[in-house]
């Protein structure tokens, strides 16, 4: 891989897009290796993926400006396509995903954080989609997460006037759930990480398909995903061993409780 990197850290990968003289911006080539490293990552051995940018600039610039600027209306369409086939894989991906957003996040940038599962940024965060000042739409999926994330009127408002938000702006209106010195975001979400990586790994998996499938469908459809999923859990390992210490944590726990004695 030329311009994405992975780590393992116990049951925690870490994917880091390592093409800091561009932003990270992203090409071709970086979703291509974007998308072969999500597809080679062992499910057996990791619980939660981190995604990130190398530098302290920048998580991603955007889509690379120099690649769009001659493409056709057809290969305009392919491009968008590209990059949307790769950021719904990461939204559906099995289990979670953190975004860890170091910098900027304008276009692309903020498109492939919004597929994440939870995201949390650094003090010099900057999120934008400003893509109409560019002549363009959003075209990696923005103009559906960002509606979807922090309501129709505030992503149409971000989007016709390309304005970009600072890290609390974005923190305030729900686009990202905490924001961190920039010396403590990784270690935050490889904490956040480790946290989720220690619980049942089949209920987490679960518990994601069981969101991300209810939320397109009406509530009578959403509870019936629910219940298949929740049902799914029983007999498994997970189950078991979950339900069978904490039965046995409670038992100690009532035999070390002494009876009140009325003298």
């Known amino acids: 891989m030329e311009f994405v990197t992975y780590e393992q850290d ?3 990968g870490i994917i880091t897009i390592n093409r800091p003289k561009a932003l990270n911006a992203l090409n071709s080539a970086v979703l291509e290796e974007l998308d072969a ?4 990552v062992d499910l057996d051995t990791t619980r939660c993926l981190i995604l990130t940018g190398a530098g302290e600039k920048s998580f991603v610039a955007g889509a ?8 056709t209306k057809a290969e305009g369409e392919a ?3 590209k990059g949307n086939d790769v950021f719904r894989y990461i939204e559906t991906f099995p289990i979670p995903v953190i975004a860890a957003v170091n910098g900027f996040a304008l276009g692309g940038g903020c ?7 939870i995201r ?3 003090e010099n965060a900057i999120f934008g989609q400003p893509e109409v000042g560019l002549g363009i739409t959003p075209g990696f999926g923005g103009t559906q ?3 979807r994330l922090v309501g129709a009127g505030m992503a149409k408002q971000l989007i016709y006037t390309a304005r970009n938000i600072k890290a609390d702006e974005a923190y305030r209106i729900g686009l990202v759930n905490a924001v961190y010195p920039l010396e403590e975001l990784l270690p935050a979400a490889k904490k956040m990480a480790a946290g ?4 049942a790994p089949i209920a987490v998996r679960n518990c994601k398909k069981a969101i991300n499938d209810g939320l397109q469908v009406d509530m009578d459809q959403a509870i019936v995903i629910e219940e298949k999923l929740f049902g799914d859990c029983f007999e498994t390992e997970d189950q078991k061993a979950g339900m069978g210490n904490f039965l046995e944590k409670d038992k100690e726990k009532k035999l070390k409780v002494v009876p009140f004695q009325n003298k």
């Open 10 to 12: 116990g049951y925690v």
């Open 79 to 81: 491009f968008g396509k």
């Open 120 to 122: 949390i940024c650094s």
């Open 111 to 117: 498109e492939i954080s919004m597929s994440c599962d």
């Open 64 to 71: 690379d400006i120099g690649e769009m600027s001659t493409l």
């Open 145 to 147: 997460r960002l509606a």
């Open 37 to 40: 490293t999500f597809k080679a």
């Open 196 to 199: 989720i990586a220690a619980n």
